[in-house]
């Protein structure tokens, strides 16, 4: 254990001398199923977060092509579920976990097929960096996914998703598989084989009845653990984001900071968090803009939407491009530059941190 | 007090016999500044509430006339400050209250006039039936009033209003004055003697960051004990009313009751009441439809806005037409009739009865 | 109304010129129930709380002996339901209220008398400055009134009290029925003439399942809107008190400002106050201490429990003895001085202020 | 992963061909740092809750001795900080979890030793089983640790222990240290090498503030995450529990199910758990009494405090006397049967499981 040690860890200081009875106490401990704590201090409680999850960047020049072979050599349906390839990060192998909380994937339906329908306890979005012609039925109500748009799956809800077209489409899932598989917290149930509404309107239901700025339908008035809206649109969360810059133009207060507005979906009955353990958030920096640079507890992912630009991860700079992604594991510092209007898609497990009050937050100035 | 005697109250049983003694410890207790209970009991404690407020309807055919005469002979500016003629319940004279805790007026601003700001305890919003062309400045930021908006004004937050066309405008103020009056919690200051920006935009700032469905400026993260959304347009109030009449149509769980689409004005930092004594609602009945009869804990004030019906206030059937106005106080029974599709604007102290844990709420069968 | 006029409210400048076209607008508002804004806004929004309420002293040696004569003259039971005898805030004549929201009242109970049973929406406590040998049974559950103690009877409660012993006791009432009267928001029921049980245990059922600090039983695991506890024993009250001030000795932050000790009673499940109107607080200062004077949205009713001391309301000083009770009424500034150690018992609306965001607090220095 | 496949998983169902182009994909997702989620879901995703963690039963008559006996041969003091020894769940193997989420050690202090102070994010709690003299120091207040207490400490604050008498004391601990690990949420700090107080007063100064039921001091309004009451006697446990017990008796509703009392530890503030992530309750069987079988989402650990009795724990019953520790992990069965009366301390993780919206409970009838 002696190189763990360092200045920046609780120390083992202090360790016994090795003697044969201190041997025979070690082996009463393996007996009883027990280990002391002064063998393992500094892993155990380190003096600030040090994630085994290491900062990394995938870009999608590399995911996209890796989806699309899977498509032809992969089938989707009953049993395998979904033709997702999760992101792993290499500082969790053999897990296929992006942090110790969440789960990114890619995800890759063909022409016409369908993704059965089931429901977990884990809760999961989907984001879509291009392409159209899906729709995700959550609940028996068909989502359309298009270009630039979240879309939830809450926590216990059935879902599937088919395409209507002619041509495959490749989309983001985020979820909390990691948190829910080590703190085991998930169940899972089948459902239809195929999807149960076959429709595809513009706007599902549940956003006819929800997508209304502030305006809440009375059939509606019980709170809700997750946003009863399936649906965040890009012409939304666009206009809310050139809003944002335009009022910063006219000296108002509205941006995050100086250059950079940026937005949270929220549930609109409790303005809270879209979902119990996942925070969704979008990001644009105005050209030529840089973010301070910021470190966190709980770790955020985010996804290149649009524009050029790099990020800073724990130091190392890396050029960016639509699609591409990275992870910010716990307490790394991150920081934005842009080269053209930059637009980021982010999601986090803060609301795990806030909700079990281990949040922190720093900025360097 | 023998005549408030009866079977639906406290009775005042055993009442002491006058005798010389009990006219000596009524005569005590006046100079004591004491008053006993049982004097009075059926009054203080009744079986259920028994306002003094009478239900009574307002005609808006009689009240734009007045509100426009009062337009040429009635100043508005600083000291009188609003040029605003209260609803008053007939059965609170001399009060102007509409209710026991609500105020409700006709305000009147003639072709370029200015009502000068100033701020106050109470709270208030401004609800429009018909014109257009006033801006209404809160905290400095000028907000457009047009037909079927709701304008809110929280307690405290400079407001005044200036008139940027050469057509008067009228519209409707709801606040909680009798009950800041009553209970003593009423503070107020003036302000600018004009109002602080005369610029006339369509959408106020405040809308241009808050007004997207779902989605929170990062800028906004602190929740606000009243909406920071200080405008709730016609047209998104209209489209979700007309979507869960569809939704209905298409035999989805959308309205309030079958016919009968309704939805609540939120804020949505907390997806609550927008402020904290005030709830605002809209109401649309389909043509032939009709609500069951329900009463409630605490008063509530409807404006026609649109369209042919009736109300049913307290077992007595009134035909409605545009802007007519009327209230149900604490515990009479309202219902309503539509002859055509019906549009309802509602404002009620629903917020104080659910936050005081006093609202109970019957429907007939 | 221009005596109402002054520097310190809204002016009411600007009336309008008495013309014959004014009278008949004037007469035009009175047919239709309206009633200008503009001869009516000083009264209506002051610049500050300028309650009707006056600050007011009852000395415990008028009330007690008003209290027994009416014992002899007065019968308890059904109908008059209690022998109650309300402190009438001067300035609010007729009404037996002691501030625009709450009663307060001395209730005296022969020997072996009892009061019936009844239940209403008002929330209720009594606190007992001396005498012992009634028990208030709530909900079915005896509770031993005893010196020093507050006793709950929150909201739809059933309850009745009976004396035991062969001595009369009288003690303090205090309910929110000035707010539900005039609010309208109360409901009332009659139970058994009799009380349920005329069991006298040392400590009610509920004090067993719930007075152990920091403990809640599994079988009360959902919240109350009140406090489960009925009551409040002198003995932890003392014990409180006592260790504030042995705590500011040891030189711990632990008083509420130098020499004056107070504490808060609270629901267990919630940790807030008592009942959704009401606040119950108990204060004491040291001899020689006396408190900063303080004002603050609401009304303020005391009762000087043990000591010698003063109160300054409004600047007025009075000196007080055992008993005596005093009101505050909204924004009028009170202090405190003790001659020998002062404890008083506090109650007031402030949860009232505090849910619907209208409390203020002012501190002279 | 063919054997991890069954009929209560997700089915690995149609796996591609193995074929050179899916060889190939493969070798491109390890480039690129993807794992496909068709090889993995079972694992990822089961049907319920299916933890690597294992139920276990440590005897005390092996924990102590042991505990003892590393006394002599390891010292305590800076770096090691702590003569803990963890109990290890045979699962979780080589981390000294004994759930995913909590933590759970004996420590042991020799006579007139001192454990230096620190400070960690991770949230702790001591539970004496037997013995006195040790005095743990929070934030710099002493508080004396007996026999059948709960002493807490909430994240981020300083302690130390010291033992004033000349034998040892061991207790036990409970942290949610491997929650913490595992999440990336731990911060740690070094204090004083002593312990900043070496008073030994009977009561600390934050229960001389706290320790009343239901009253709260004016100087303590903030609501705080945890508890700020540091210690829960057993002389209040113990008074709670027999109530309990004797209120069945008389018929009343308080136990928790037939012949078993329950208490939770709870936050005066707020009325709920001690601390944001740790669930402390203290259970009570009647001698011949037996609980229902349950499981719920998340793991739960026991202590016997007192009396014989058994746990069938995933329907294997073992034998348990005073001191005994064993844990469910999440949706293993448990149940109790009590010979004499059982007296059992109880930690978990439910506020995780609940503030994540994660918490389902069963209960086999």
Known sequence: MADDLDHDSVAHGMQPEDTPELRALYQGFAEESLIPLWTQLGDLMPMHPKSKAVPHVWKWSKLLPLAEASGALVPVGRGGERRAIGLANPGLAPNAYISPTLWAAIQYLGPRETAPEHRHSQNAFRFVVEGEGVWTVVNGDPVRMSRGDLLLTPGWMFHGHHNDRDAPMAWIDGLDIPFSQQMDVGFFEFGSDKVTDYATPNYSRAERLWAHPGLRPLSGLQDTVSSP???????????????????????????????????????????????????????????????KERREVGSNVFQVFEGQG?????????????????????????????????????????????????MRQAVSE
Do not use: K
């Not at 979008?282 to 973010?291: C, N, P, T, V, W």
């Not at 790099?310 to 842009?338: C, H, K, Y």
């Open 229 to 291: 809206l399936p649906a965040y649109r890009w012409e939304h969360t666009n206009a809310a984001l050139t809003e944002q810059l335009l009022l910063e133009d006219e000296g108002q207060p509205a941006t995050f900071e100086p250059g950079h507005a940026a937005i949270r979906f929220t549930n609109p009955t409790t303005g809270g968090d879209v979902m119990p353990t996942i925070r969704c958030q979008f990001h644009r920096l105005r050209a030529g803009a840089a973010s």
């Open 310 to 358: 790099a990020v800073v991860l724990n130091g190392v700079r890396t050029q960016l491009e639509t699609g591409d992604m990275f992870v910010a594991p716990s307490w790394i510092p991150f920081a934005f530059e842009a080269e053209t209007q930059f637009d980021l898609f982010r999601f986090s497990d803060a609301p795990i941190m806030e909700r079990l009050n281990f």
